[in-house]
């Protein structure tokens, strides 16, 4: 079998990357082994602001102008919806944390980003004295669906391996990729965390973040907005809210935790008052990096062997936007910006 491209990873940034080739007409296959569960179990809100300092995410205009487009497009290739416009609403804390927003407001960067308005709280299920701030323009991927349904889309054609990458019979030579009767031009290493067992690139600084989210049933709470407090409320279905998520810098495990259940409920507790049951707990490793930016780039020994990672706590907007990114770089031979470039911590 001969392709463009081989790409180990199908999480969101293996997607991401396999879309940008199949647009611009690249042969591929994808190769993954499920051990990682960052994009499965992921929240999949996008959103632009940072909600605890009210400052713009980074590159946020410029990652949502190429995001919304790429997931609208994945709806119409799988026929499923994926995209879930959703307002976000911030709960103040107090006048102070008011004040603070509405200052936020007058930044031009964020203007398109945060409405101006007070929206009071009419819901007894919640407590919030001091109101909410609306964040505009933000949403929710479903990213459980669109791993299932991506990866059938792709065996249908017999484009994906469901096995472990093994890195002995990846061979190099005379700039020609060849791995277990695959030949290819390029390889490309979208593996989350499992990055960390991968001898080209495991000495970039690639940390991993532990992050568990609980899955509540809430019958007297209906709302139809995701509710950022001490913890994120995000509804799922009827009566079913996503909450989440930890942080943890110690266990580098998938398994979910009593500790971290405990946290969530304590916290989400804070501003529920009404009755809910926990019905659901998942776990992965968010891909993050000591200085909170991506990872892309090219070996700089095999020049066709490439890295596609450090996709953080945002991959849902993050992903299409470093993809293309490394697309260009590796065809079009444009220049990375510094900021993702492995380069970056290569001496
Ligand atoms: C609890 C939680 C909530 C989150 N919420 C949000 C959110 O609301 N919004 C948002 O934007 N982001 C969120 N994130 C972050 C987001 O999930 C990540 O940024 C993103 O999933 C990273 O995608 P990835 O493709 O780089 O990694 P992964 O999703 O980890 O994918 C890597 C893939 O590579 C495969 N793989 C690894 N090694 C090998 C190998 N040797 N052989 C074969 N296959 C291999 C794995 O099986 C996996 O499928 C959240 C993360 C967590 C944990």
Same mark, same amino acid.
């Given at each position: 079998?001969n =392709?463009d491209?081989?790409?180990?990873g199908?999480g969101?940034?293996?997607i991401?990357?396999?879309?940008?080739?199949?647009k611009? +007409?690249r042969?591929?296959v =994808?190769i993954?082994?499920?051990?990682?569960?960052?994009? @499965?179990v992921?929240?999949?809100?996008?959103?632009?602001?940072?909600?605890?300092?009210?400052?713009?995410?980074?590159?946020?205009?410029?990652? %949502?102008?190429?995001?919304?487009?790429?997931?609208?497009?994945l709806?119409?290739?799988?026929?499923?919806?994926?995209?879930? !416009? %959703?307002?976000v609403l911030?709960?103040f804390?107090?006048?102070?944390?008011? +004040?603070m927003?509405?200052h936020?407001?007058?930044?031009?960067?964020?203007?398109p980003?945060?409405? *101006? @308005? %007070?929206?009071?709280n009419?819901?007894?299920?919640?407590?919030?004295?001091?109101?909410?701030?609306k964040?505009?323009?933000?949403?929710?991927i479903?990213?459980? =669906?669109?791993?299932?349904?991506?990866v059938d889309?792709l065996?249908?054609?017999?484009l994906?391996?469901?096995?472990?990458?093994?890195?002995?019979?990846l061979n190099?030579?005379?700039?020609?990729?060849s791995?277990?009767?695959?030949?290819a031009k390029?390889?490309?290493?979208c593996e989350?965390?499992?990055?960390?067992?991968?001898?080209?690139?495991?000495?970039l600084?690639?940390?991993?973040? !532990?992050g568990?989210?609980?899955?509540?049933?809430?019958?007297?709470?209906?709302?139809?907005?995701?509710?950022k407090?001490?913890?994120?409320?995000?509804?799922?279905?009827? *009566?079913?809210?996503s909450?989440?998520?930890t942080?943890?810098?110690?266990?580098?495990?998938?398994?979910?935790?009593?500790k971290?259940r405990e946290?969530?409920?304590?916290?989400? !507790?804070?501003?529920?008052?009404?009755?809910f049951?926990?019905?659901g707990?998942?776990?992965?490793?968010?891909?993050?990096?000591?200085?909170?930016?991506?990872?892309v780039?090219?070996h !700089?020994k095999y020049k066709?062997?490439?890295? %596609?990672?450090?996709?953080?706590?945002r991959?849902v907007?993050?992903g299409?936007y470093?993809?293309?990114?490394?697309?260009?770089?590796?065809?079009?031979?444009?220049?990375l +910006?510094?900021?993702?470039?492995?380069s970056?911590?290569?001496?």
């Open positions: 079998m =392709v491209y081989i790409i180990v199908c969101l940034a293996g991401s990357f396999a879309e940008t080739l199949r611009a +007409n042969s591929f =994808v993954d082994n499920a051990s990682q569960r960052s994009s @499965l992921a929240a999949g809100m996008y959103n632009p602001v940072i909600l605890k300092r009210f400052s713009e995410v980074w590159k946020a205009q410029e990652q %949502l102008q190429i995001a919304l487009p790429f997931y609208k497009e709806e119409v290739l799988l026929n499923k919806k994926i995209d879930y !416009k %959703l307002s911030r709960r804390a107090s006048i102070e944390e008011q +004040n927003w509405f936020a407001t007058d930044n031009p960067v964020l203007e980003f945060l409405s *101006d @308005l %007070l929206v009071q009419n819901n007894l299920c919640i407590d919030a004295p001091y109101g909410f701030g964040v505009l323009n933000a949403g929710r479903d990213t459980d =669906v669109l791993l299932k349904q991506y889309y065996k249908k054609q017999n994906f391996f469901e096995e472990t990458f093994s890195y002995a019979e190099s030579d005379n700039g020609i990729i791995y277990k009767g695959i030949t390029h390889i490309v290493f989350g965390f499992g990055l960390k067992a991968n001898p080209y690139f495991n000495d600084p690639l940390n991993g973040t !532990k568990e989210l609980i899955t509540i049933q809430a019958p007297d709470l209906k709302i139809d907005f995701s509710l407090a001490s913890v994120f409320l995000i509804p799922e279905e009827e *009566d079913i809210y909450v989440g998520a942080y943890n810098w110690e266990d580098k495990t998938n398994t979910p935790t009593h971290a946290e969530l409920v304590t916290k989400v !507790k804070t501003f529920l008052k009404c009755n049951e926990v019905v707990q998942k776990a992965g490793i968010r891909p993050t990096v000591k200085d909170r930016r991506p990872l780039g090219t !700089k066709n062997i490439h890295v %596609l990672n450090g996709l953080g706590t991959g907007m993050i299409p470093v993809a293309k990114q490394l697309y260009n770089n590796i065809e079009e031979g444009v220049s +910006n510094p900021e993702i470039d492995i970056r911590f290569i001496s």
